[in-house]
């Protein structure tokens, strides 16, 4: 087995590039014994092939292999490569929770083994001149069904890892690179320095200047080496760490102490809570002098300096040098896994087959879990509770570049590749696509230097999955989010109201909810008509209808003071030329003949204490009597999918309307709904053919309107409501 005593491993230096090290442990003489036993299956694949080449054909017998579980395990007792496939299932099994266990039926797992090849174009480097080369490694894909609470097959649940080739030993070949490195219970900060190091040197400004217009912001930071705060407006890199925080008590920076912690040696190992410890380790190792952490370099206690900067956490994340993810942390006493010895247990030891040397990685090309919370394919952050955490996803995405820190491994993250302990990428000049822990596919570049329709699809995306993370204090709703939107402001100039797009607010307004996890105020001071005023149970998420949908023409204003004139705020997309839904069908005046503007003189006297919030525009309203609710169930099949309708009727008319956000409602109740939005051609929930207008459930107190609910009632549906007026809507 793998010793853990780095003196007495075979270290071997690639001369090509830079001081990276490899370690290559001694195979016992079980390993050396057991290799020659494979059964004929297994016999189809060609080990040899595993690992780096440079060529334009694919020369393997590229065999993928596909048999049931059971067969695997039946086979393990002779077949030395079936048994490691049964060893990894099983220590991957016993991570899991056992409520997460019992849903799934191994017995009808089916595994997948194929010998796979990655394609990459060689631009120019030391390991040889061919035009292209590829990385051939052998894929284990177990597909494991799942049981629903009533019986029925639910989602199949997947885990995917690979087998790669280390090094025999002595100096790499120059036409062939190993692909696999032994994982060492200590990570070996020179390895993450190197990766650094390649970045700076071979991508240039391409990770390091995606927010060009950012402004200049110089924080608060912890000069590691003095181990004291320092503020200097000559330091212009620094080290984030993005951790959780926790319910523990440690070090945090107050009025009271602030003056103690400026003295170097203040911040000695035995004050500094460990997440912080180790992020300063990191940091020094990085070769980097400054490191700013939130609970330490923002006054806790002053509310100024809070507002200073964490209105500013855009350009303190991401204009770092790198950010440190404590991705596996639970509070700021966990450690980051790898740093001191003892914090890591997983060691995967080499094993022979057919002569070759391979070894199990976790390279997360294809993902190595399944986000429980949401069933989407999380890579390696997908059960942590890093990646549950309301704050930490702005911290992640506004990053360029990260050191991912979880139980098994560090991964390195920028803008143009990633790079992990156990699986060699540092290869110089080779285009592939990075593959990112983000929600957006793994093209965070793009948001800032693309097209509307891009903005549009990061924008939703953010939103959703910020909506079902959980914070401690409901009053950071916007704070939390805050550094998103003004890189969106200062990268694609949007403007924002209250976390809405100002130009889309039509579409913005419409966003939605599922039923069954029902939405509550927020605390504090939010408006009810933005989602930042309202929470759910973190189970449900937010969802908002395509911001390029076609307007219908409503004008909207804010208040930015007493006795300044409300502001316009301007609209994009194109409006509905060819009709006016606002008022067809009733005795509503035609465009150009009734009023859109909004005065001062229109905001009552009261509501200038709350100004800061409103937002006021004219739309088409009507009054609706509840008839009856019930579920409908999607086509999707699952019992927990539906689509909530309500029959409503004005006089003797009956029409349905189907809901996003769902008040409390009862039969007989009357709702006033007032227009917002429409959607053509892009229904969710398909049942709206011709298209829907979607209304706000509205409610009145003290001359402003608040948001209840949101429904799609059918373009058809809504042009029959004849009894319809014009009106000044006031939301806060």
């Known amino acids: 087995m793998a010793s853990s005593n780095r003196d007495s491993l075979d270290a071997v230096s690639l001369s090509s590039l830079g001081d990276v090290v490899q370690v290559v442990p001694d195979l016992s003489d079980g390993e050396q014994r057991d290799h020659s036993r494979i059964c004929l299956r297994c016999r189809l694949l060609d080990f040899s092939y595993v690992g780096w080449h ?82 051939t490694r052998i894929r284990i894909h177990l597909s494991i069904p799942a049981a629903g609470k009533d019986g029925s097959a639910q989602r199949t649940k ?88 926790g319910h523990v008590r440690a070090l945090r920076l107050s009025k009271s102490n602030a003056s103690d912690l400026y003295k170097p040696g203040s911040l000695t190992q035995m004050v500094l809570p460990n997440i912080v410890e180790d992020a300063l380790r990191v940091t020094a190792g990085l070769g980097e002098r400054y490191l700013w952490v939130d609970a330490l370099c923002i006054i806790q206690d002053d509310d100024q300096d809070k507002a200073r900067f964490v209105s500013r956490m855009d350009s303190i994340y991401a204009r770092a040098t790198v950010v440190i993810v404590a991705a596996t942390c639970v509070d700021s006493n966990s450690m980051l896994p790898g740093v001191r010895s003892g914090t890591r ?92 822990t983000s929600l957006c596919g793994g093209e965070l570049d793009l948001v800032w230097n693309t097209d509307g329709p891009v903005f549009d699809h990061y924008y939703r995306t953010l939103l959703e999955e910020y909506s079902c993370r959980a914070m401690t204090n409901e009053r950071d709703g916007l704070n939390a989010f805050s550094g998103i939107i003004r890189a969106f402001e200062s990268t694609r100039h949007e403007q924002f109201y209250w976390g809405l797009p100002c130009a889309y607010l039509e579409s913005a307004l419409a966003w939605g909810h599922p039923f069954e996890h029902k939405l509550n105020r927020r605390q504090g001071d939010f408006p009810s008509w933005s989602w930042t005023g309202w929470v759910g149970d973190g189970s449900g998420k937010l969802n908002n209808q395509n911001l390029h949908m076609q307007r219908v023409g409503l004008e909207f204003y804010r208040f930015v003071g007493n006795e300044a004139e409300p502001e316009r705020l301007k609209q994009s997309g194109n409006q509905d030329s060819e009709h006016d839904l606002l008022a067809e069908g009733s005795h509503i005046p035609v465009r150009g003949q009734r009023c859109t503007a909004v005065t001062k003189h229109d905001l009552l006297p009261d509501l200038f204490n709350i100004s800061y919030r409103l937002l006021a525009f004219w739309t088409a309203c009507a009054t609706l009597k509840v008839e009856q609710t019930s579920p409908l169930s999607t086509r999707s099949g699952s019992r927990d999918a539906f689509e909530w309708e309500t029959i409503m009727t004005q006089g003797e008319r009956g029409i349905r309307v189907s809901w996003s956000q769902m008040p409390l409602l009862h039969n007989e109740d009357e709702i006033e709904v007032i227009a917002v939005a429409q959607n053509r051609g892009n229904w969710d929930g398909g049942h709206i053919a011709n298209g829907a207008i979607g209304v706000m459930v509205v409610s009145w107190q003290g001359g402003v309107a608040h948001r209840e609910g949101l429904a799609w009632i059918a373009i058809r549906d809504w042009t029959s409501l004849a009894r319809r007026s014009w009106k000044l809507v006031v939301l806060d």
């Open 54 to 135: 440079e060529s334009d054909t694919d020369e393997s017998n590229g065999y993928f292999i596909t048999r049931e579980y059971s067969a695997i395990v039946s086979s393990a007792a002779n077949c030395y490569f079936c048994d490691r496939i049964v060893s990894t299932t099983q220590e991957w099994f016993r991570k899991r929770p056992a409520s997460y266990l019992n849903q799934l039926d191994l017995s009808r797992a089916g595994v997948d083994v194929k010998l796979e090849t990655d394609w990459h174009e060689l631009k120019t480097s030391k390991i040889g001149t061919g035009k292209y080369g590829h990385h």
């Open 158 to 245: 997947h885990l995917t890892f690979f087998v790669q080739r280390v090094q025999n030993g002595g100096q790499t070949s120059e036409t062939e690179v190993y692909t696999g490195r032994q994982r060492l219970l200590t990570a070996d900060l020179r390895l993450l320095k190197q990766w650094k190091h390649l970045c700076d040197e071979h991508h240039g400004k391409k990770c390091t200047t995606i927010f060009k217009t950012l402004e200049r912001i110089t924080p608060r930071l912890i000069d590691v080496y003095q181990r004291c705060l320092v503020d200097d407006s000559k330091v212009d890199t620094w080290v984030c760490l993005s951790y959780v925080w």
């Open 345 to 436: 247990q997983s060691e995967p030891s080499p094993f022979m087959i057919q002569d070759v040397r391979l070894v199990q990685c976790l390279d997360p090309v294809d993902g190595v879990g399944i986000d429980l919370r949401t069933g989407r394919s999380g890579a390696y952050l997908g059960t942590t509770i890093w990646d549950t955490r309301a704050w930490t996803l702005q911290e992640r995405f506004l990053a360029s570049r990260c050191l991912v820190f979880t139980d098994e491994q560090v991964f390195w993250e920028c803008e143009e590749t990633f790079c992990c302990e156990d699986s060699f990428r540092e290869i110089p000049h080779i285009i592939r696509n990075p593959r990112r």
